[in-house]
């Protein structure tokens, strides 16, 4: 007896971090077989929507690079971009789906780290002055 499986289809482990206004590529590759055709999908809670490049050809670019490679590239991303996208890949034999994670961060996020670092010196020679009045004040009591 035969089993034949549906081949896998490829991508990024790892969630692919971008940030508001700029773009996302996402990948899918297919080493072994040539699908049939590739569709992209973004789930929307428990529904999944095609991300057709025809229906918004300024937000999602669909790049075949070979038979066996896909690109979804995301144009100008906003938060609601955030979220778990599917690559399908058709074959004789059925489909295969891929899942890949796309996190958009706000431009604020690298500003933190700096902004916390700021307030914090910002203390430091805040206590540092007000002590050293406190001392010249004690001083001239004397």
């Known amino acids: 007896s035969y089993l034949f499986l549906v081949p896998k289809i490829e991508g990024k482990e790892k969630p692919i971090v971008s940030y508001e206004g700029d773009s996302a590529i996402m990948i899918s590759k297919s080493f072994v077989y040539t699908p049939i055709a590739w569709t ?27 038979a066996n490679i ?37 431009l604020m996020v690298p500003l933190k780290p700096f902004l916390a670092i700021v307030a914090e010196v910002v203390i430091l020679v805040a206590i540092v002055l007000i002590y050293e009045m406190y001392l010249k004040k004690k001083e001239m009591c004397r």
């Not at 999908?41 to 070979?66: C, F, H, P, W």
């Not at 144009?75 to 789906?97: I, M, N, Q, T």
Request: net charge positive; with cysteine.
């Open 40 to 66: 992209w999908y973004m789930t929307n809670g428990s529904e999944q929507i095609a991300t057709n490049d025809s229906l918004l050809a300024d937000k999602y670019v669909i790049n075949r690079l070979s």
């Open 70 to 106: 896909t690109h979804l590239k995301i144009l100008k991303l906003p938060k609601e971009d955030d979220g778990v996208y599917w690559c399908e890949a058709a074959f004789e034999l059925g489909k295969s789906k891929r899942k890949l994670k796309l996190k958009v961060l706000s």
